[in-house]
């Protein structure tokens, strides 16, 4: 693909968070991204993509827009404000895609 965008992201808490240290949590949460891409007319037409849907397929002569949505899992350590409890420091420990 020549160019990816992230559309839309939906997180939701996968598992309860765990307590590492004095306000500092690890948690798992499930995504749902909506992603667009360009890609070459050439490549859509030479190879099958199951898992990809054309949006767009006159962006011009040789490019056209496509899309799917992917559900990753993320583990992540969020750190907390003690008095506010707003995150103040998000680390990502990993991401996970069945793809």
Do not use: C
């Not at 190879?47 to 583990?75: A, C, K, M, P």
Request: charged share 25%.
């Amino acid at each position: 693909m020549e160019s990816v965008v992230v559309l839309s992201a939906e997180f939701e808490m996968a598992g309860p968070l765990s307590e590492t240290e004095n306000n500092i949590y690890v948690g798992t949460y499930e995504a749902s991204l909506e992603l667009e891409g360009v890609m070459a007319k050439s490549t859509w037409y030479s190879q099958e993509f199951g898992d990809l849907e054309l949006w767009d397929g006159e962006l011009n002569d040789h490019y056209l827009s496509v899309y799917t949505v992917r559900t990753i899992e993320v583990t992540a350590q969020v750190e907390l404000h003690p008095k506010t409890d707003e995150p103040i420091d998000i680390q990502i420990l990993s991401i996970r895609s069945e793809h």
